[in-house]
């Protein structure tokens, strides 16, 4: 019994440990051009007028609205808010329990989810035939440029439409160059709101961290994606400036700088001490979309005025 | 006697009837409303409501029996389903499932509940591995349960948080159970397991009565304890197993379930692994129902509703039943 239990297992973890590799090399083996309709499963999918789109993540709807096929969306998640029209889509939930019935009812010829949405739903959409383009989370400004690229030519929009995707690049080209030539990079960090510990931050691989890069800032906080910063990493990273999303709220503001000096850990750092906390609309800042140019402005604009002020330096 | 076997018909005939009208329920009630002209209804109605109820029935079946299982295997009236760390193995294997890159060329469906079978299969493995006569040692069963579960669990949570864009919110929905993704492969996979486990329990019914007795008593009566006790353990294990595959973590129902059904007809258990698979069915049927719609579009996990309901009843019944023993 024993003997067949430890063969069993060993079975059973060796089928595991081949599987893992064998999956990434079937992902990963890529495509030519950059900008062909694949998603991230692999699956090519035809370029078509899709007329019927359903959206599972806020960013993928702005993506479309973006390229102008804002009126061929008739569903999207609980969450959205941009465009101010998409309050008469219907709505089909939210990303991590979006309601398959809803969707399947509204009859979508195009389905756009992201690697976030759970894969049961996603699976369960592909097996009733309706076709699901799933999108990975971009960890670069340049993967959402790719990635609306890619929608454009998946709905085959406009060449005018092409030219405004390639403007948003250019957008980032130039704030790239501006950045760069900064005569220093200030270390900037961008939090989640919370009013108590613990914070969260992001990190290498986010997108945000390359949006602080292109600013031309540098991301004081070290660690891999998005995790918790402790008391002692705030202290040690000192950041000079505070990226922080904000909620449209009453007194929001006032309440979060209140909150964050009440820690003494916080309080010492220089953002506070400086006063340079800079609160971006959390639809803008947090979503991997056309509008993060406005938060890359916004940031960069602070950037150059603090690092080209003279007698500014700590 | 008689009048017990007669209550136990009465209350089985009650809880089919009470499966057929959930079933009815379900098929017209849902998110997308009734709407039979739609072009899409036939649809709704066959590829989602129905299998999606008929899964709902198989894994409360299968966690009902399952629970009554563990209650006799570890003689003790606290044993649930998931107590041999099944659950966090199933957890562990499907967020690594989730957090590894997408197999593009599995059968659809499947994957994450295999990674979550794999998982728990796993643990069990590795439990009757470490611990040779499972019958005579519930105690250290059940610590060595505990203890391999809280390492996987540790592990999990490692994953969780290593792998938080991709991992994270999509295992925390399953993690708290989720029938979301019901398919017709996995209902006849679900309900397969569901009648063996429960077949089995019938036939050897006699034997789990005299192992509730005491591993002496029980082999004064001819039963062979290690053998029973590991078939016990296995079969328990890959009901859960199963169930969590399919349906994520569903916290409450191995454990009052058959509960419920030895305080109304006592501890004989032919009736009561019969008795119990019809209830856990008709519970996660209703429990499903109403986490589909609640809060439509959007769903409320499974183990949310299963303990809003569960606690307050099971508190009730435990008041109202003076003196009875329940062990």
Aim: aromatic share 8%; with cysteine.
């Amino acid at each position: 019994m024993r003997t067949l239990a430890t063969v069993s297992l060993v079975v059973v973890l060796a089928i595991t440990a081949l599987a893992a590799p064998t999956a990434a090399v079937i992902v990963v083996g890529g495509e030519v051009d950059p900008f062909a309709p694949v998603d991230y499963f692999g699956v090519e999918f035809e370029p078509a007028e899709y007329s019927r789109i359903v959206t599972l993540a806020p960013n993928l709807t702005e993506m479309v609205h973006f390229l102008g096929a804002f009126e061929r969306v008739v569903g999207a998640t609980n969450y959205d808010t941009y465009p101010p029209e998409v309050k008469d889509c219907e709505r089909i939930g939210g990303f991590i329990d979006p309601d398959i019935e809803r969707i399947v009812a509204l009859q979508p010829d195009l389905v756009l989810a992201y690697r976030g949405n759970p894969l049961p739903v996603i699976y369960k959409l592909k097996e009733l035939d309706v076709p699901v383009f799933v999108l990975d989370n971009p960890s670069t400004l340049s993967e959402v440029y790719t990635q609306m690229m890619q929608l454009g030519r998946l709905l085959m929009v406009s060449e005018e439409q092409e030219t405004r995707i390639r403007r948003f690049k250019s957008e980032l080209d130039g704030a790239f160059e501006l950045g760069a030539r900064l005569p220093r990079h200030p270390r900037v960090m961008m939090l989640a709101c919370s009013l108590q510990p613990p914070y969260y931050a992001a990190g290498h691989g986010t997108f945000i961290d390359d949006l602080i890069r292109l600013a031309g800032g540098d991301n004081a906080f070290g660690s891999e994606g998005f995790s918790v910063v402790t008391p002692e990493e705030f202290i040690v990273a000192d950041p000079e400036f505070l990226l922080i999303p904000e909620i449209p709220e009453e007194g929001f503001r006032e309440k979060m700088l209140e909150a964050l000096r009440a820690q003494p850990f916080l309080a010492q750092t220089t953002a506070l001490e400086t006063g340079q906390v800079l609160f971006i609309d959390q639809d803008i800042l947090s979503r991997p979309g056309p509008r993060i140019t406005e938060a890359l402005a916004i940031l960069q604009d602070a950037l150059v005025a603090a690092t080209t002020e003279s007698g500014n330096d700590e | 006697m008689n009048s017990e076997s007669r209550r136990a018909v009465k209350i089985a005939l009650a809880l089919i009837a009470a499966l057929a009208l959930i079933v009815v329920l379900s098929l017209l009630v849902g998110s997308a409303g009734f709407k039979p002209a739609s072009e899409k209804f036939g649809l709704i109605v066959w590829q989602l409501r129905l299998p999606r109820v008929l899964l709902a029935f198989a894994v409360g079946g299968m966690l009902a029996v399952s629970g009554a299982y563990m209650q006799c295997l570890f003689r003790n009236a606290l044993a649930e389903p998931y107590i041999t760390g099944v659950s966090a193995g199933s957890g562990l294997g499907a967020v690594i499932a989730l957090s590894a890159l997408p197999f593009s060329w599995f059968l659809a469906n499947l994957t994450l509940p295999l990674a979550a079978f794999a998982g728990g299969l796993a643990i069990t493995l590795l439990l009757l591995i470490l611990l040779r006569e499972p019958g005579t040692a519930p105690l250290k069963l059940l610590l060595l349960g505990i203890a391999l579960g809280t390492l996987a669990s540790a592990m999990m949570a490692f994953v969780l948080l290593r792998f938080p864009d991709r991992t994270l919110k999509s295992a925390l929905f399953w993690l708290f159970g989720s029938l979301t993704g019901a398919s017709w492969p996995q209902v006849t996979i679900a309900l397969v397991v569901l009648a063996t486990g429960l077949a089995w329990g019938v036939l050897r019914h006699r034997m789990l009565d005299a192992l509730l007795l005491g591993t002496e008593d029980a082999h004064n009566l001819g039963v062979n304890v290690t053998a029973a006790s590991r078939a016990l353990l296995i079969a328990a294990t890959l009901l859960a197993s199963v169930s969590v595959a399919f349906a994520g973590i569903v916290t409450f129902v191995g454990l009052v379930v058959p509960h419920v059904i030895r305080l109304l007809l006592g501890a004989s258990h032919l009736r009561l692994i019969v008795l119990s698979a019809l209830a856990g069915m008709a519970l996660m049927g209703i429990v499903d129902l109403l986490a589909r719609t609640v809060v439509a579009p959007g769903e409320i996990p499974l183990s949310i509703i299963t303990s809003l309901i569960g606690a307050p009843f099971f508190i009730l019944l435990l008041l109202r039943t003076r003196g009875q023993t329940i062990g």
